[in-house]
């Protein structure tokens, strides 16, 4: 069983700046991506940014490109997730998740597209 401890998130204003973290638990070694997917109730899931675990390289949805950045401190398997100039549109519930690299979504997303996730962290960026 995978386990998320998730922080970080909360309430800012237009243009500000938030930091999510996440460390998990439980998983093998196969080459797995970690990041996140966000959720606004009654919409789909968006995939928004991971980061593969075994190299580094990390990937973004266009929606937050050139505005988040993903980074990770492989030893204790955790990620961070820095937001600059936050828009209200970036309001949702964000989830960490993991999922083998090859099958990670960026974008519009299932959560049965993720082998795990986490509780989810309420972000809200008021206008």
């Known amino acids: 069983e995978v386990r998320f401890v998730e922080s970080g998130g909360g309430l800012v204003e237009a243009g500000g700046s938030l930091r999510l973290s996440c460390t998990a638990s439980?998983?093998?070694?196969?080459?797995?991506?970690m990041g996140w997917f966000r959720q606004v109730p009654g919409k789909e899931p968006e995939g928004v940014a991971c980061?593969?675990?075994?190299?580094?390289?990390?990937f973004y949805a266009n929606s937050v490109k050139g505005r988040f950045t993903i980074s990770s401190d492989n030893a204790e398997n955790t990620v961070f997730l820095q937001m600059e100039n936050l828009l209200p549109e970036d309001t949702a519930v964000y989830f960490c998740?993991?999922?083998?690299?090859?099958?990670?979504?960026?974008?519009?997303?299932?959560?049965?597209?993720?082998?795990?996730w986490g509780q989810g962290t309420q972000v809200t960026v008021s206008s």
């Open positions: 439980g998983f093998d070694d196969d080459d797995y991506g």
């Open positions: 980061i593969r675990l075994k190299d580094g390289r990390t």
């Open positions: 998740a993991i999922q083998e690299i090859t099958y990670w979504i960026l974008g519009p997303a299932r959560k049965s597209d993720f082998r795990s």
